[in-house]
């Protein structure tokens, strides 16, 4: 079974230009996630989708980044403008629909690291 | 919100011995605590995880011990081998917060020959 796929695995470019991260989870994993992992730190994370359904993105920032995952299935997070601290690992994980007392695995994927100039 | 403390950041040992890598969280809540290893260029992947209801769980050369009273939980590797070199991640998840994890800031485990 193939896990979690991402790309591009690497990414370079300078301050504010804009830039994109796919994500393809595991097939049936209804819920996906977008952690950003910063150099020498664990991940922290962006947003939550339960199938197409944004659940928790109180840690996105709304003003430079934006998320969608228009078919339930796999998803894509923009970065526009970029700035200089957005550089990190940024990780999708997926894992089944979860729900109230429920403790699903996150499986995540090998993640994008950008490098903002 | 939750926050959870790692310790210690950076930790070498001779191969075969044994491994302990601490962890606190602070909501007393939580309920749900897994441990992630982490290789150089990788993602984070699942090696064991306790729920708030068991103190101790085993799976080979790995435990996990979890002290509620306490919020502390610990993951114990014996036997260490070259490949257990990577870095070690503990989260908690919190009853109010779905299925968010919340990471501790990672331990770098080194394995020397």
């Known amino acids: 079974e193939a896990g979690v796929v991402q790309s591009p695995r690497y990414k370079i470019i300078e301050k504010k230009q804009p830039v994109a991260f796919w994500c393809n989870p595991i097939s049936g994993h209804n819920t996906l996630y977008w952690y950003r992992q910063n150099l020498g730190q664990g991940p922290e994370l962006l947003i939550r989708y339960e199938n197409e359904e944004a659940v928790d993105d109180s840690q996105l920032p709304k003003d430079r980044f934006s998320a969608e995952r228009l078919k339930g299935v796999d998803s894509t997070l923009k970065i526009q403008p970029a700035e200089l601290g957005d550089s990190a690992v940024y990780l999708c994980?997926?894992?089944?629909?979860?729900?109230?007392?429920?403790?699903?695995?996150?499986?995540f994927g090998p993640g994008t690291r950008l490098t903002v100039l | 919100g939750e926050n959870v403390e790692q310790h210690p950041s950076t930790l070498s040992v001779q191969e075969g011995d044994s491994a302990v890598i601490k962890c606190t969280y602070s909501d007393s809540a939580s309920n749900y605590f897994p441990w992630y290893k982490q290789e150089l260029g990788k993602g984070p992947q699942l090696i064991i995880d306790?729920?708030?209801?068991?103190g101790e769980k085993k799976d080979q050369r790995i435990a996990v011990t979890l002290n509620k009273t306490a919020k502390h939980f610990s993951l114990h590797i014996t036997e260490t081998q070259p490949e257990d070199s990577a870095v070690y991640f503990c989260?908690?998840?919190?009853?109010?917060?779905?299925?968010?994890?919340?990471f501790g800031t990672g331990t770098q485990l080194k394995v020397e020959l």
């Open positions: 306790i729920r708030s209801n068991v």
């Open positions: 989260a908690a998840r919190f009853t109010g917060g779905g299925n968010k994890l919340t």
């Open positions: 994980a997926s894992s089944p629909m979860t729900g109230a007392g429920l403790y699903n695995e996150q499986f």
